[in-house]
C-alpha cells in the first residue's frame, strides 16, 4: 500500500481552494448583460387564484417581462416530475397532481410560486414583484397530518380522499398479528419525527442562457449531479436532449436539498428563450426556508411485541409522513420505500407489518434530507427498544444484547426483505460501552445530582441501507508522457458538495498508479464533459462511483500489461505492476504506466486485435447495496430551572467496512452528528396552524445548533468488509444523522426517567424539556397528597 493508499489520512486537496476564496460558486458567474428575476409567491397557503394584474409591474422601469402560468400553458411549458413508481397496498396508482412551475388556479402552500418577473437589475425586479396584483379566494387550511387525514378536513386535491397521496404498505401482516397474539408483552410508542429544514451554507442558484444561434440552452445551477435535469428538462421545455447543458460548479453544502428540480430553474431557462438573454435568480434565506424542501415530519404510531424473556417477537408501524402541498421529485419514495427496510434495525424481528401514508398539508413540499428515510425509521425501532426496555425493567444495553442479529447469521434476511451481508453488532456495542466509560456512568449521575442536575445515558443502534443502485460511471483518461508530465483526468457522475471526492477519487488512482494525488484532476458538474452519471445521494459515491474506478483501473493494468509485455518483448505473465510501474520480472526493464498508455496510441505498438489507447470508461452496476451501522452512546446533563440540555459525551463506533481515508469519514460522522443534535434539540420548521404561513422563517426563528451545543466527539470505528462491492467499503455521509436522534433523545428520558418522564417529542428544546419536568414533578406531588 502507498502513502495515498487505503486507510490513510491524506489531507482534502479542494480545502486549500476553498478556504481561500478561491471556490467559484454558481453566484459568483458573472455573464455579460446578464438580467435578474424575481418569484411572486404566494402569500396564503390555501386559495384559488382569482386573478393576476400584472400590468403596473410590466409598466416599472426596466422590466423585461412577467409570467404567468397563461404564458408557460401558451408555449407549452411541461410539469415539474415525480417519476416515482410507488402504488397503494391494493395495487392502484397513486394521486400524483400536476405540478407545473407556476400556480395554475389555486394555490396551496405559502412561497408556491405564482410569477415570474424578470428586470435589468435585481432592485427592479423586487419593486416590481411588489407590483403584481394577485386575487385570492381564500380555502380552509390543514398544516399536521393528523389533522389532515380527518374526517371533513379540507381536501388539497381531487382524488385524494382524505388527503392521502398513497397508502403504502408492506411486510407480513398475518405473521405479525400472529406475533401479537401470542406476546407476553406489548410495548406502543406514539412518536413525532420533526419537520426540518436542511439550510446549505449556499442557497438554491439558477443562471440560465439561451443560445439563439443554436437554439441550446445552459443552465448554471447548484446541484448534486447535473444529469437528472439534462433528463427531465427536454420533456419540460419541448426540446432534444443535446440542445441542453448543465453545469454545477462548486457547492456550498446539499444535504440532499439540491438533488431536485425546482420551478425557478425552469422559470429561468423559460424567460432565457424567451428575452434572448441570461437570466439570473437567487434566493435569499428567507426565501429559501420558505420555499426549499423540507423534510421529515412524521407521526407514527409503533408497537413491539416480546415474549416472557424480552426476545421480540414481531412489529407494527402505521405512520402519516406529511409530503406538503405538491410533490417534489421523489417526496412519496422518501416516506414509503426509501427508509422502511429499516424499521427492524439490527434485531432478529421474526415478523414486521408496515402502513405509511403520504399526506398532503398545506404546507411547501416534502423530500430527501440527509438520510432520507433511513433517520425517521431507526428513530421508531430504538426509541421502541429503549421504552421496551424501561416496560420490562431491564437495561437498554441487555435488550439490545438478547435480539442483536450475529455474526454468525449472516448473511440475514430480515423480515422486510434486506439482505445484511456483514456485521458484528454486539462487538461495535460493547466498545461504544467501553469508550464511553458506561460502568463509570453512575457515579458521573450521582456527582450532576448533587449539582441539582439530572444526567441520563442514551444509546442507539443504527443501521442503514445505501451505497446501491443506481450504477455510476468512471472515465479516466491518462495525459503526458514523462515524469514531470504526467496526470491522470477522471470524470464521474457525482457531484461533490462537501464529501471530499476529489480527494478519497485522488486516493483511488494515485495509490493505484503512483501518481500525487495533486495530478490527479477530477471533472465533474459539466455534462457536455460528463455524459452519463446518476449524482450523489444515498451515501453511494465511493461504493458506486467508488467501484467503478477501481474496476476501471483493474483493466486499465490487464490491458497495460499486454502492451507493455508486447512493446517491451516479454510474455505477459512475466509482467509485473507496482504503484504505476510494468516491470519484466528479475530484470531493470520498465515502462511507466503513463509511458505504456502513450503507447497503446500507435498501432504500431499494440499486440494483434488490441484497440489503441489505455483510456478507459466502465460503468459499475452494483449488486446490492451497503448496510453501515454503528453504535452512538451519548452522556447529557440537564439543568432543571432552564430545561436546557448539555451534551458531556458523544461516543461513535461505526462500522464503515474498510475506511479509505479515515480524516475524511470523521469529518462525515462529525457533521451528521451536528445536524442529528439540531434535530433533536434545536430545529423545527413550524406553521401557523390556521393560516398556514411560515413562523419559522430566519434563523433568528430557527434553531440551527451552534458550537457550543456539540461536545467533543470521540470516533471510532470497526472495519467489517462488505461483501457488495470490491473495494469492500460501506456508505458512511449519513450515519451520524441517524444514529444521534435516537441516542440523545434516549438520553433525555434516562435522565428524567426517576420523574416517571417515559415520553418527550422532538426537538427536544429547553422550553420543552422544563415543561416537561414541571408537569412531571407537579403530577408526582399529587400523587403523594
Known amino acids: 500500500m502507498g502513502r495515498f493508499g487505503t486507510g490513510q489520512s491524506v489531507k482534502r486537496k479542494e480545502d486549500q481552494r476553498l478556504l481561500t476564496g478561491h471556490g467559484v460558486y454558481t453566484d459568483d458567474k458573472a455573464i455579460p448583460d446578464a438580467v435578474h428575476s424575481v418569484v411572486v409567491r404566494a402569500s396564503v397557503a390555501h386559495a384559488r387564484i382569482g386573478g393576476i394584474d400584472a400590468a403596473a409591474a410590466k409598466d416599472a422601469p426596466g422590466v423585461l417581462a412577467v409570467y404567468t402560468i397563461d404564458d408557460l400553458n401558451a408555449d407549452k411549458i411541461g410539469l415539474i416530475p415525480c417519476p416515482v413508481p410507488i402504488k397503494n397496498h391494493d395495487g392502484s396508482e397513486m394521486v400524483k397532481p400536476p405540478r407545473p412551475a407556476l400556480a395554475?388556479?389555486?394555490?396551496?402552500?405559502?412561497?408556491?410560486?405564482?410569477?415570474?418577473?424578470?428586470?435589468?437589475?435585481?432592485?427592479?425586479?423586487?419593486?416590481?414583484?411588489?407590483?403584481?396584483?394577485?386575487?385570492?379566494?381564500?380555502?380552509?387550511?390543514?398544516?399536521?397530518?393528523?389533522?389532515?387525514?380527518?374526517?371533513?378536513?379540507?381536501?388539497?386535491?381531487?382524488?385524494?380522499?382524505?388527503?392521502?397521496?398513497?397508502?403504502?404498505?408492506?411486510?407480513?401482516?398475518?405473521?405479525?398479528?400472529?406475533?401479537?397474539?401470542?406476546?407476553?408483552?406489548?410495548?406502543?410508542?406514539?412518536?413525532?419525527?420533526?419537520?426540518?429544514?436542511?439550510?446549505?451554507?449556499?442557497?438554491?442558484?439558477?443562471?440560465?442562457?439561451y443560445d439563439t444561434g443554436t437554439g441550446r440552452f445552459t443552465l448554471h445551477t447548484p446541484t448534486q449531479g447535473v444529469h437528472k435535469f439534462v433528463n427531465w428538462m427536454p420533456d419540460i421545455l419541448g426540446i432534444d436532449k443535446k440542445d441542453i447543458h448543465v453545469v454545477t460548479d462548486d457547492v456550498g453544502g446539499g444535504f440532499g436539498l439540491k438533488i431536485f428540480l425546482y420551478p425557478e430553474q425552469v422559470l429561468a431557462l423559460y424567460a432565457a428563450r424567451k428575452l434572448g438573454r441570461a437570466v439570473r435568480w437567487a434566493a435569499d434565506r428567507g426565501e429559501g426556508m420558505l420555499s426549499d424542501i423540507h423534510a421529515r415530519d412524521h407521526v407514527?404510531?409503533?408497537?413491539?411485541?416480546?415474549?416472557?424473556?424480552?426476545?421480540?417477537?414481531?412489529?407494527?408501524?402505521?405512520?402519516?409522513?406529511?409530503?406538503?402541498?405538491?410533490?417534489?421529485?421523489?417526496?412519496?419514495?422518501?416516506?414509503?420505500?426509501?427508509?422502511?427496510?429499516?424499521?427492524?434495525?439490527?434485531?432478529?424481528?421474526?415478523?414486521?407489518?408496515?402502513?405509511?401514508?403520504?399526506?398532503?398539508?398545506?404546507?411547501?413540499?416534502?423530500?430527501?434530507?440527509?438520510?432520507?428515510g433511513r433517520p425517521e425509521a431507526i428513530y421508531v425501532i430504538e426509541r421502541l427498544m429503549d421504552a421496551a426496555a424501561r416496560d420490562l425493567g431491564v437495561s437498554a444495553t441487555e435488550i439490545r444484547r438478547r435480539n442483536f442479529i450475529t455474526p454468525a447469521d449472516m448473511p440475514y434476511t430480515t423480515a422486510l426483505d434486506r439482505t445484511y451481508d456483514s456485521g458484528d453488532f454486539p462487538r461495535i456495542l460493547r466498545r461504544a460501552l467501553e469508550v464511553a466509560d458506561a460502568d463509570g456512568f453512575e457515579a458521573r449521575r450521582k456527582a450532576s445530582a448533587a449539582d441539582g442536575h439530572y444526567r441520563g445515558i442514551g444509546i442507539a443502534y443504527y443501521i442503514e441501507v445505501c451505497g446501491g443502485a443506481p450504477d455510476e460511471q468512471a472515465d479516466v483518461r491518462f495525459t503526458g508522457d514523462s515524469p514531470d508530465t504526467a496526470k491522470i483526468e477522471l470524470r464521474v457522475g457525482n457531484q461533490s458538495n462537501g464529501q471530499g471526492h476529489e480527494t478519497a477519487f485522488a486516493q483511488l488512482l494515485a495509490d493505484r498508479f503512483g501518481l500525487e494525488p495533486d495530478r490527479i484532476t477530477m471533472i465533474q458538474g459539466d455534462s457536455d464533459e460528463v455524459v452519463y452519471g446518476n449524482g450523489t445521494g444515498g451515501s453511494r459515491s465511493l461504493p458506486v462511483a467508488g467501484s467503478a474506478i477501481h474496476v476501471a483501473s483493474d483493466k486499465i493494468v490487464e490491458k497495460g500489461r499486454r502492451i507493455a509485455a508486447h512493446v517491451m518483448e516479454a510474455a505477459e505473465a512475466d509482467i509485473e505492476f507496482d504503484e504505476g510501474v510494468f516491470t519484466i520480472a528479475g530484470t531493470d526493464r520498465r515502462m511507466t504506466v503513463h509511458e505504456v498508455a502513450a503507447a497503446a496510441d500507435d498501432p504500431a505498438n499494440l499486440p494483434e486485435g488490441e484497440d489503441p489507447g489505455l483510456d478507459h470508461v466502465e460503468r459499475y452496476v452494483p449488486k446490492d447495496a451497503t448496510f453501515p451501522n454503528g453504535a452512538h452512546v451519548c452522556e447529557l446533563e440537564i439543568d432543571p430551572a432552564t430545561g436546557h440540555v448539555r451534551i458531556d459525551r458523544y461516543t461513535v463506533v461505526d462500522d464503515f467496512g474498510v475506511v479509505l481515508n479515515p480524516m475524511i469519514v470523521a469529518g462525515q460522522v462529525h457533521g451528521g452528528v451536528g445536524q442529528g443534535l439540531g434535530q433533536a434539540l434545536l430545529e423545527q420548521v413550524v406553521y401557523d396552524t390556521e393560516t398556514g404561513q411560515l413562523l419559522s422563517g430566519s434563523f433568528m426563528d430557527y434553531g440551527m445548533p451552534r458550537a457550543d451545543d456539540m461536545t467533543e466527539i470521540d470516533f471510532r470505528y470497526e472495519e467489517i468488509p462488505c461483501q457488495n462491492n470490491p473495494l469492500g467499503v460501506k456508505g458512511c455521509g449519513e450515519a451520524g444523522a441517524i444514529g444521534a436522534p435516537p441516542a440523545i433523545i434516549n438520553g433525555i428520558l434516562d435522565a428524567l426517567g426517576e420523574l416517571g418522564v417515559t415520553a418527550i417529542d422532538m426537538p427536544a428544546t429547553p422550553e420543552a424539556v422544563w415543561r416537561t419536568i414541571r408537569d412531571a414533578r407537579a403530577a408526582h406531588a399529587k400523587g403523594a397528597a
Open 300 to 372: 407514527t404510531e409503533a408497537e413491539l411485541a416480546l415474549d416472557g424473556e424480552g426476545r421480540v417477537l414481531g412489529l407494527k408501524v402505521d405512520t402519516l409522513a406529511n409530503v406538503g402541498g405538491e410533490l417534489s421529485n421523489f417526496g412519496p419514495f422518501i416516506a414509503t420505500s426509501a427508509g422502511y427496510s429499516m424499521l427492524v434495525g439490527v434485531y432478529k424481528v421474526p415478523a414486521a407489518s408496515v402502513r405509511m401514508r403520504a399526506v398532503f398539508t398545506n404546507t411547501a413540499p416534502i423530500d430527501a434530507y440527509r438520510g432520507a
Open 104 to 209: 395554475d388556479g389555486a394555490v396551496r402552500w405559502v412561497g408556491q410560486p405564482v410569477a415570474f418577473v424578470v428586470a435589468e437589475t435585481l432592485e427592479q425586479a423586487r419593486d416590481a414583484a411588489e407590483l403584481v396584483d394577485v386575487g385570492y379566494d381564500d380555502l380552509p387550511v390543514v398544516t399536521g397530518v393528523v389533522d389532515a387525514v380527518a374526517e371533513g378536513a379540507p381536501q388539497l386535491w381531487d382524488g385524494a380522499a382524505r388527503n392521502v397521496a398513497v397508502d403504502w404498505r408492506a411486510g407480513d401482516h398475518d405473521a405479525a398479528d400472529r406475533a401479537f397474539d401470542g406476546a407476553a408483552h406489548v410495548t406502543k410508542v406514539r412518536l413525532v419525527n420533526n419537520r426540518v429544514h436542511p439550510a446549505p451554507m449556499e442557497n438554491r442558484v439558477a443562471l440560465a442562457e
